[in-house]
């Protein structure tokens, strides 16, 4: 199970930490995503972290402003956003990505995602 | 902005056969990377449908089938239910963006 916390409204240029917490599985076996969905719009891929942190990935448009972390010790998930903008408001979920097999780089576990509100 | 392709919208009556394509290139789907389909019903998060371009997780109705060819995919669901309207999402991995890649969505009506 991923449940996620910490949206909430903020102002243009402002941030946001969310979190992401993980139970029922070996949360340190697994690559972990953020993914996020505009007000009536699709899927996006925004950040993902390997199993020990050593490599993290962005979507190209977040240009640096997105940092996802994690603390295996406390089974944790956590995306810092800072200079948001309007286009960043979104439902924000976690998902589990297995890297095994036919699921490989899948996301098969969602959360059922936080709100982030960005005012203009 | 999405890298793979799909039909804004199909739609059928019950009990028809609908397909939804998915179309991406050499550098995803045509890479080899598998492809997944995601099913979203009106206010919950993504459920995982199809992984591995044609397997179904447990719990997923025989109904919905996956495949693969070239650098396309397609979902099909047979036996259309009107449980099933909602909307649908490809996704994979793109090596020249090194990250995950969605579909533009799928709308999937019951008439």
């Known amino acids: 199970q991923l449940v996620e916390s910490g949206g909430g409204l903020v102002k243009a240029g402002g941030s946001l930490t969310l979190s992401c917490a993980a139970s029922?599985?070996?949360?340190?076996?697994?690559?972990m995503n953020w993914v996020r969905q505009a007000p009536g719009k699709g899927l996006e891929w925004v950040a993902s972290?390997?199993?020990?942190?050593?490599?993290?990935y962005y979507a190209q448009s977040l240009k640096g402003r997105f940092t996802i972390s994690r603390d295996n010790s406390k089974n944790s998930l956590f995306l810092q956003m800072n200079s948001l903008r309007a286009e960043d408001t979104a439902v924000y979920y976690c998902?589990?990505?297995?890297?095994?097999?036919?699921?490989?780089?899948?996301?098969?576990?969602w959360g059922k995602g936080t709100t982030v509100t960005v005012s203009s | 902005q999405s890298v793979l392709t799909q039909p804004p919208s199909v739609s059928g009556a019950p009990g028809q056969r609908v397909t939804i394509s998915c179309t991406g290139s050499?550098?995803?789907?045509?890479?080899?990377?598998?492809v997944h389909w995601y099913q979203q019903l009106p206010g919950t998060a993504p459920r995982l449908l199809i992984y591995?371009?044609?397997n179904r997780p447990s719990g997923v109705p025989d109904r919905f089938s996956g495949s693969k060819s070239g650098t396309s995919a397609s979902l099909a669901i047979t036996g259309l239910q009107t449980e099933d309207e909602a909307d649908y999402y490809c996704?994979?991995?793109?090596?020249?963006?090194?990250?995950?890649?969605f579909g533009t969505g799928t709308q999937v009506t019951v008439l």
């Open positions: 972290i390997l199993i020990s942190s050593t490599y993290t």
């Open positions: 591995g371009s044609s």
């Open positions: 998902a589990r990505v297995p890297a095994h097999g036919d699921y490989y780089y899948s996301m098969d576990v």
């Open positions: 029922g599985f070996t949360f340190s076996d697994y690559r």
């Open positions: 996704q994979s991995y793109d090596s020249s963006l090194s990250g995950f890649v």
């Open positions: 050499r550098s995803n789907i045509g890479a080899g990377y598998h």
